[in-house]
């Protein structure tokens, strides 16, 4: 069950991606077309322009010796060139350019509808793929509370059948895909951020052992916890950015005791705990088992 909802996850995460890659898209192509159909309605102005300053060059030679001064000018390249020559290739090059631009235009309305296509589709996909995980999710979370320890396991995964809040306060950030705000780029956000004003105790969600208790790049000063393993997967939870740690590695922790306190350390924005569960160590959605 449990690969079953990493692997919708990640075809989650993938379409959310390609969504968000698509829209760039689609904004790039909107203004493609916008920019050609400004182009057009220019080359269309210039071309009337060109069009009028050429009749305006007959008229004036056909007045000046009419109908002998016209036939003149037609059969005189000279004349022609002194006159409504110039006009006649403006107007020429005018014309090209007003069909050119017109071809221009169509491939980017082609372009744009193409994105617009693909953007309906993907989105379709990603509808059906979040029907799929919270489906699973459920089956999951049903599946898993309550769960005990396999036999022969380090301490429990649960003293009372479910994992404890380890902090209090409002989620302000879930798992899944997300444009992270420290990076500014879209990744996985393995976890669930929880808001706490700096101090504040953050407590083991379970009893376990202590595998990791220090500083660890991003992540800041991180705590981790083995709870051993439930339906054959080893279960850890971990605890992120925090202003101190309270433990070390190899320490057995019951569930509800101070481990450490909320913080801002590492890559963070403010005051917060990250919280992740994670099997085999695959993260999976905390929000699941809480």
Known sequence: ???????????????????????VELADAQDAVAAAKAGLRGARVARDRARHGFQDSVVTIYKSGAPYGLYHALESPSVL???????????????????????????AVDGRDALLSTLTDLRRSLRQADDAVTGIQRKTAKNLSGAVP???????????????????????SGYGNRFDPYYQQ???????????????????????????AGWNGGYGNYICLAHGQVRGQPMTT???HLSRIHVAAGQTMT???????????????????????????RPADPRLWL
């Open 186 to 212: 879209w990744q996985l956000h393995a976890g669930v951020d929880i808001a706490a004003p700096t101090g504040t105790a953050v407590r083991a969600a379970s009893t376990g052992r202590v595998t990791q």
């Open 150 to 172: 396999d036999s022969g396991t380090p301490a429990g995964v649960v003293d009372d059948g479910k994992p404890l809040r380890p902090v209090r306060g409002a989620i302000t």
């Open 238 to 240: 971990c605890y992120a």
């Open 81 to 107: 060139r002194d006159g409504a020559h110039g006009q006649l290739s403006a107007f020429g090059d005018a014309s090209d350019r007003v069909d050119l631009l017109a071809d221009e235009l169509a491939a």
């Open 1 to 23: 069950m449990l690969q079953r909802l990493y692997d919708a996850q990640t075809k989650q995460r993938s379409l959310r991606n390609q969504i968000a890659v698509a829209s």
């Open 255 to 281: 569930r509800g005791q101070r481990i450490g306190d909320v913080g801002s350390t590492g890559a963070s924005t403010g005051p917060h705990l990250h919280f992740e569960v994670r099997f085999g160590g």
